[in-house]
Structures are given as structure tokens and as C-alpha cells.
């Protein structure tokens, strides 16, 4: 009787040392929030938009904020990231960019960015002789950002260049989009 006792301590001790690590397992498996290297992204994405387009070298380039793509009169602290990374980038590789911050006929609408009219874009072009503009949209789906980048020529709005990617969704990323109703 003894040694019955003893083995069916023992054996619910291995049992719960068996539960206990299961336990472990699992928590060790969930996903973590995601790394996302944005400025990364954005670098490479900026290098294939000008691998693939054919741009007048000494011509300026336009840079729009990027909109979300359910609504595109409206922006959010990643549309305006976005936009800023490519102006980096791009100027990073000697590409000349304008600053539209600077324009006070370019459209900014409080909270969402540089969105260009295109009223004020014909303005805009002529005035700085820009050959194209950097264009861009976001698309929130459940577990991922996608981002669609084009260079369009100004003068008769033909797609130079495009470039699309995903950004995983993590804390940083959700924390630079409005909160959805």
C-alpha cells in the first residue's frame, strides 16, 4: 500500500511537472509584437522606385503625403512618416526634392499633411519645374500594412515607377494610425 501511495505521488509530481512545462511551451511560442525596420522598408522601396524610373537628373521631385486608401482625404502620423522617410531617402541619393512645406499654395489640411490639389499642382510644377511626384497610399488589413509608392510625371500623369510592400502591424505602427471607430 506503501509503494502504491509513493508511486501515485510520483506519479502526479511528473504530471504536474509534464503540465508545468507545457504551460511554458506554449507562452514561449506566442508571437511577439513584430520588428518592423520602417526606415529600412522605405530605403529599399525608394531605391527601386528610381532603379525603375527614368527621371531627368537635375529635375526636382514632389512628395505628397501618403493617404489611407479607404479615405483619400484623410492621412495619419504614418502617412506623414512615410512621406518624410521617402523625402529623406531620396534626397539621401542626391535626388533634388522640394520641400512643400514651404509653399504656402500647397493644400494642408490640419492633422493629414501635404495632400496636393490639383489645382495648386499645376501651379506647383511649373514654379519648380518638378518632373514628377511621389505618390502614395496605406492599406490596413488584419495583421499588416500594405504600402503602394508611385512616381508620377507631372506632365501627363503616367506612372514612372511603383513599388509596393508590407509592414507587419505592431505597437509602433497601430500607434500612428487613428483609432477605428
Not at 527601386?48 to 537628373?57: E, H, I, P, Q, T
Not at 523625402?87 to 512643400?100: D, F, K, M, N, Y
Not at 505618390?135 to 513599388?163: F, K, M, P, Q, S
Request: net charge positive; glycine share 6%.
Amino acid at each position: 500500500m506503501r509503494t502504491l501511495t509513493k508511486w501515485l505521488a510520483a506519479s502526479l509530481m511528473a504530471l504536474m511537472v509534464l503540465g508545468a512545462t507545457g504551460c511554458v511551451g506554449t507562452q514561449s511560442k506566442r508571437p511577439s509584437d513584430p520588428e518592423v525596420d520602417l526606415i529600412g522598408q522605405v530605403q529599399n522601396a525608394a531605391s527601386a522606385l528610381m532603379k525603375n524610373a527614368r527621371l531627368n537628373s537635375g529635375s526636382p521631385l514632389l512628395v505628397a503625403t501618403f493617404a489611407d486608401i479607404d479615405d483619400l482625404q484623410q492621412s495619419s502620423t504614418l502617412g506623414r512618416t512615410l512621406s518624410e522617410q521617402f523625402t529623406s531617402s531620396l534626397a539621401a541619393r542626391g535626388v533634388p526634392v522640394i520641400e512643400v512645406k514651404m509653399r504656402e499654395n500647397l493644400f494642408v489640411k490640419e492633422r493629414t499633411g501635404e495632400l496636393i490639389l490639383s489645382r495648386t499642382l499645376h501651379s506647383l510644377v511649373q514654379s519648380h519645374d518638378a518632373q514628377a511626384v511621389l505618390l502614395g497610399t496605406y492599406a490596413l488589413g488584419g495583421n499588416n500594412i500594405y504600402v503602394n509608392v508611385r512616381l508620377v510625371r507631372t506632365e501627363d500623369n503616367i506612372i514612372l515607377a511603383a513599388h509596393n510592400f508590407s509592414l507587419p502591424m505592431n505597437r509602433d505602427l497601430k500607434a500612428m494610425l487613428p483609432r477605428r471607430r
